[in-house]
């Protein structure tokens, strides 16, 4: 499912420019509307998935997705097109939230850091091997062998979906709830969307997003107009394979360590990495930049969401995991529309010029908002334990 997504915001930026004869704005719109249905939607699909039962909700969100890629094949209009995209993000929300539910619950309680580790290393994974897959699919710039190809992905992603067998409590959770409906509370209180404690470290991972957001939506174009563009879905590559190098390491250092150590290290690289980009002309700087974020956004990437996770209470997690998505999703999402604004009235070089410095300035943010506040809890308690 992932991967679907990731293949779809590289190549349809393309789609809108070359086919649908849309401007920079546009093609960062294609990957900003997708978002907007699914930011609309997250709030609700928690509340469906504990309402209907996990597997019932990851079916329907997957079965209007997979409708949603064949529903592409009749956008001839940029309107219409991203009427669709809109629906496409509804349906990815609710499909997303019902099948991450459905692996923590699958997983082993004994074992749920190490699980939900491997389900966001695939999910880091469909990151950057989706750009290349799309602009592989994308490459004699025929539109429906894209569709074709992400319409068969999203098959097996429904099929994988109804192949999974539920544990019997789940079963029995839901025949009972047939017999006798579970009362939802009206209404949606704003702690049904965000965990405070979780939201700091969401704000920073909002950041990431947004900067991130320039290499999946633009870095064809931008490889295309240094004449390096036989090299992009290598570059993809060289980022995938940092980030599985080196996930193994970081989650050692940060269990032994604490998180500071992995953090700013990683905002740097990965702020490093952007500037270098920026300033890239040859195919050696290209590949370099790839490989110097690939380590950079490794680090980041787990160490937020395990925050976000470890600093709200074990009742509130699912909270805490929906806050640190739903301001991931914003970042990407907004990211991708201004980065666009940045692209149309300057060129590619100063918009990864601007994701650079966005990056940097997430040092502040994070000082701010979760290293200071953090250090003097950490202080008051040890006066109290003292006391």
């Known amino acids: 499912m992932f991967l679907t997504f990731y293949i779809l915001a590289t190549a349809f930026p393309l789609y809108v420019k070359e086919s649908l004869h849309g401007n920079q704005q546009q093609m960062g719109l294609a990957i900003t509307i997708y978002v907007l249905g699914g930011v609309l939607i997250r709030p609700f699909s928690g509340q469906w ?26 956008a001839n209009g940029i309107v219409l097109f991203l009427v669709i995209r809109f629906i496409h993000g509804m349906s990815y929300a609710v499909a997303s939230t019902a099948t991450s539910t459905i692996a923590s619950t699958l997983i082993p309680f004994s074992r749920q850091g190490e699980g939900i580790g491997y389900f966001s290393m695939f999910m880091s994974i469909a990151m950057v091997i989706g750009p290349a897959l799309g602009l592989f699919l994308w490459k004699d710039e025929n539109i429906h062998v894209l569709l074709l190809g992400v319409c068969v992905i999203a098959a097996f992603s429904l099929l994988f979906t109804l192949g999974v067998r539920m544990p019997k409590e789940e079963k029995d959770k839901v025949k009972e709830a047939v017999k006798e409906p579970v009362k939802i509370r009206k209404g949606l209180r704003w702690s049904d969307v965000i965990e405070p404690k979780a939201l700091p470290i969401s704000l920073v991972g909002f950041t990431l997003a947004f900067s991130y957001s320039s290499l999946s939506g633009f870095i064809a174009s931008f490889t295309k107009e240094i004449n390096q563009s036989q090299l992009t879905g290598y570059f993809f590559v060289a980022f995938a394979i940092m980030i599985v190098l080196f996930r193994p390491l970081i989650g050692k250092v940060f269990d032994k360590y604490n998180e500071h150590i992995l953090i700013y290290p990683g905002i740097l690289i990965f702020a490093v990495g952007l500037l270098s980009l920026s300033q890239a002309k040859s195919g050696f700087m290209l590949m370099f930049s790839g490989i110097i974020m690939g380590v950079g956004y490794g680090a980041l990437m787990p160490c937020f969401q395990t925050l976000a996770l470890k600093l709200a209470d074990k009742e509130r997690r699912g909270s805490a995991n929906g806050t640190f998505f739903l301001l991931f999703d914003l970042g990407y999402g907004a990211g991708s529309y201004i980065m666009g604004v940045v692209a149309s009235y300057t060129d590619y070089r100063m918009m990864y010029e601007v994701a650079g410095f966005v990056t940097l300035i997430s040092v502040a943010v994070y000082y701010l908002l979760h290293h200071l506040p953090q250090s003097k809890l950490r202080v008051q308690k040890s006066k109290a334990d003292v006391a």
Do not use: E
């Not at 209007?64 to 094949?73: M, S, V, W």
């Open 49 to 74: 998935v504990d309402k209907f039962g996990k597997k019932k909700m990851a079916v329907i969100g997957l079965v209007l997705f997979l409708l949603a890629c064949i529903g592409y094949f009749g």
